[in-house]
């Protein structure tokens, strides 16, 4: 399902949380919602998943605006919150069940989703226990369960990684790389960029309720930074390697970076190619690391906020 | 089939709720503890009754007086044990972000908080059946029969049942935690340990000590029985409507539900003291719990005043296109002048039945002259409420935007009410002080003094001049007030369709 946002403004007294934000999201994509903390992500996806309204703009799914169409929107929005369950002295099992019934599955289908979740999200070992008794990666992955419950085709997750270790967050990973797989559309905001880099096709870069920079993350980093950043080791005294790279054309920076020298050079991968014959064939030089390197997510989210909040 | 598998037909709330109480903690000290204060109660009876009866050689009702005792020690947990339990839970699930959660399921608010009252009453039947062998072994013991006992015990359950859904509303209130256990300590304990003392008083003067079995069969038990079930269930409709109302999300029709319930719950309160009325054949029936419901519209207009004036998209999208239907809509829509509509049209319609109802009826004459009385002093309060919810609305609007929020303009009323009263205080002690002379009656003479007072309506020597000032000061403020009611009248229209799509690129 498609989402589009449009225009989107949120006000909170005098304050302009979100301020005019667009964007869409295309089915089977995953995108990264990117900004600093108080830049009004949380908002805009409490919006998409009915939970607040926009003061003006409009959110709409395959074209029914979520305004008016609430009911629509939930069936097919999950929605994980920043927080976690609190329902301390309820099991696992009890949990999922409970928000099963209240999406209104019944009899065998809500006992088959119950059961599907509990798959999907390895929660089998943990059926008994009670909220109280788990860890923060496993109440992560019981609210993940609960969001999917209802088999929503729109996920909305707001910081599922924060505070989990790593084994965890390779675990939601390969969760969120499956459902990408299903054909949902996944919007995930985090802190934790690398994360993201991994998973998200997409990137949207929210300030101050403003959007930024959007796009797949190739256009975004190509954007970004159009350059190419080419790093290379040779066998024996780099000064040599740094003389003949100053050389090459459309370079536009060269540094040396320990053993390596790095280049900064205009044009894309056939340019690197070149350079690569050029070294090796031409000069002769004796290479023995030669990568190109390209700014990833933090790098831009670095480069394109000023860590201001609204 | 799970062995824990509820049908889907039961509200989640409720096999929620439920499943939590089995292992709550709370409910086990509450089962524990009112088993073993009914054992200490039919041991300690026992005894004092075995001294009573040896110091004094005689021997009473032994079980309807122990059906008594242990009826009042089980009121006491049932009273404060169970609202607290239903209340503190709601509360809690509150403070978080994840009742949100429930919000955005296809649950409604509604059957959250009915879920949250049957869970209580749940909890409410568990004490009940664990405590009957004691309360049936009453029965043994002579003095009671079986009528009195069931129509007491379903009176306490029925006032635990009003009781629970008061404290679930107060716990709907958006409180601080720390605020919420303040009004928990000073409000609710205290509220529910004088409802257990007037209860276990009342239960057993009026009822037990009475006995219902000789009078099951008559008219006046029927009747008296309609009224209490027709006044519980005008209460717990109006109960559940606020509670239902606090809980929607702010971008619904809030008022809709809240405000039909209302209004059910007004006519249920106007039709009991109306059948009593014409059946009896006094009108003088209707005086006093008419203006007692005056005196209510009186506190609902303060809230009333403090609606937002703009209505929400999702609100505007549900607006009716035709204008008949739109006008009809407008009492049951969110805003501030759809509630003035909605709370002037039933203050107007129970003074109106105050009005003309008693004369239409055969009058005992009892209280005839109570009648102009209760006329002004209802119309008094109905303009005062007005005049001061509008003021402080006006105060809010002008001086207070930023800092107070508009649902708060009914305390911004109290407090101005508190202001005039301090300052009535004042100028009494100045008078009395420097012209005792003019005083009357231990009142001063001059009535404006007391302007804005509505005790000063029971005076009955400057009565009119008091209602006079109510009803400037009402209109008054109804003409600040009136270009931004008919504003919102205007803006009261459909949000328009979104535009179509556009057409796709062939390219």
Redesign the interface.
């Known amino acids: 399902m498609r989402v589009e946002v449009d225009h989107l403004v949120r006000d909170f007294?005098?304050t302009r949380a979100v301020d005019h934000v667009s964007f869409v999201l295309e089915p089977g994509h995953v995108y990264g919602f990117v900004g600093p903390n108080g830049a009004g992500k949380t908002t805009t996806m409490r919006i998409i998943?009915?939970?607040?309204?926009?003061t003006a703009g409009?959110v709409?799914i395959d074209?029914r605006?979520v305004?008016?169409n609430?009911?629509f929107a939930?069936?097919v929005?999950g929605?994980m919150?920043d927080?976690l369950?609190?329902?301390a002295?309820?099991t696992v099992f009890?949990y999922l069940?409970?928000?099963a019934?209240?999406?209104?599955l019944?009899?065998g289908g809500?006992?088959q989703a119950v059961a599907d979740i509990m798959d999907f999200a390895n929660l089998h070992g943990l059926r008994e226990k009670t909220l109280r008794a788990l860890s923060k990666g496993m109440k992560q992955r019981v609210s993940l369960g609960?969001a999917l419950i209802?088999d929503p085709t729109i996920l909305v997750l707001d910081e599922p990684a924060a505070g989990l270790d790593p084994r965890a967050r390779i675990e939601l990973r390969e969760l969120l790389r499956v459902l990408c797989r299903q054909g949902k559309t996944v919007l995930i905001s985090s802190h934790i960029l690398t994360e993201l880099t991994e998973i998200c096709t997409g990137v949207i870069i929210i300030e101050r309720g403003r959007v930024l920079e959007q796009g797949t993350l190739t256009e975004v980093m190509a954007r970004m930074s159009p350059h190419l950043t080419v790093a290379v080791r040779i066998q024996g005294d780099p000064e040599a390697l740094h003389a003949a790279m100053l050389e090459s054309p459309g370079a536009l920076d060269v540094r040396r970076v320990g053993e390596e020298v790095h280049l900064d050079m205009e044009g894309g991968p056939d340019q690197a190619t070149r350079l690569l014959h050029d070294l090796v064939a031409r000069r002769g030089l004796p290479v023995v690391e030669f990568r190109t390197e390209q700014a990833d997510l933090e790098d831009l989210f670095m480069q394109i906020t000023r860590g201001e909040v609204a | 089939m799970d062995g824990r598998d509820f049908p889907d037909m039961l509200n989640p709330v409720v096999v929620r709720e439920v499943r939590q109480s089995v292992r709550s903690r709370a409910v086990i000290v509450l089962l524990m503890a009112s088993l073993l204060f009914l054992v200490l109660a039919s041991g300690g009876f026992g005894i004092m009754q075995g001294a009573w009866s040896y110091a004094m050689g005689e021997v009473m009702a032994l079980g309807r007086d122990m059906f008594m005792f242990l009826q009042g020690t089980l009121a006491l947990v049932m009273f404060t044990g169970v609202p607290l339990y239903a209340a503190a839970r709601l509360a809690y699930e509150r403070q978080g972000a994840q009742s949100d959660l429930l919000f955005i399921t296809t649950l409604k608010p509604g059957a959250v908080i009915r879920g949250k009252l049957f869970a209580a009453v749940v909890v409410l039947m568990l004490l009940f059946t664990s405590s009957l062998p004691f309360l049936s072994f009453t029965f043994l013991l002579r003095g009671i029969d079986i009528p009195t006992m069931m129509v007491s015990l379903a009176l306490m359950f029925l006032v635990v049942v009003l009781l629970t859904q008061a404290a679930i509303l107060l716990a709907c209130l958006p409180m601080p935690r720390a605020f919420q256990i303040l009004v928990a300590v000073l409000v609710v304990l205290p509220g529910l340990l004088f409802s257990w003392s007037s209860f276990s008083f009342a239960a057993s003067m009026g009822l037990v000590q009475e006995g219902i079995g000789s009078q099951i069969g008559t008219r006046a038990f029927w009747a008296g029985a309609g009224t209490i079930l027709a006044v519980a269930a005008a209460l717990s409709l109006g109960m559940h409507a606020i509670s239902v109302a606090l809980v929607s999300p702010s971008a619904s029709n809030r008022a809709f539900a809240l405000r039909i319930r209302l209004t059910l719950a007004w006519l249920i309160l106007l039709a009991v003291p109306l059948v009593w009325a014409i059946h009896e054949g006094d009108g003088d029936i209707l005086v006093y719990p008419g203006t007692f419901m005056l005196g209510c519209f009186a506190l609902v207009f303060p809230v009333v005043c403090g609606s937002p004036g703009a209505l929400s998209e999702r609100v505007r999208h549900q607006l009716p296109r035709a204008r008949l239907r739109r006008a009809l809509r407008f009492p049951w829509t969110n805003g501030f002048a759809s509630g003035l509509v909605w709370s002037i049209c039933l203050g107007a319609g129970t003074y109106a039945l105050l009005v003309l109802v008693p004369p239409l009826v055969e009058s005992t004459g009892y209280i005839r002259g109570t009648y102009q009385e209760a006329y002004a002093v209802g119309a008094g309060l109905l303009a005062l409420g007005l005049a001061y919810g509008l003021t402080a609305r006006l105060i809010r609007r002008t001086l207070f935007r930023r800092s107070v929020p508009s649902s708060l303009v009914w305390a911004l009323a109290l407090v101005l009410f508190a202001i005039l009263s301090l300052l009535h205080t004042a100028i009494l002690l100045a008078t009395m002080a420097s012209q005792a002379g003019t005083m009357t009656r231990g009142r001063i003479s001059h009535p404006l003094v007391y302007f804005g007072n509505p005790i000063a309506l029971a005076d009955s020597d400057n009565r009119e001049i008091y209602l006079l000032f109510a009803l400037v000061w009402a209109s008054a403020m109804l003409a600040v007030h009136l270009p931004q009611i008919i504003r919102e009248i205007a803006a009261f229209r459909p949000a328009r369709p979104p535009p179509p799509p556009e057409p796709a690129d062939p390219s």
Do not use: C, W
């Not at chain 1, 998943?49 to 926009?54: G, Q």
């Open positions: 007294g005098r998943a009915t939970l607040d309204e926009p409009r709409a074209g605006s305004v008016q609430p009911e939930r069936k929005v929605f919150p927080t369950p609190a329902h002295d309820m009890e069940d409970f928000f019934r209240a999406y209104g019944k009899g809500r006992r609960r209802h």
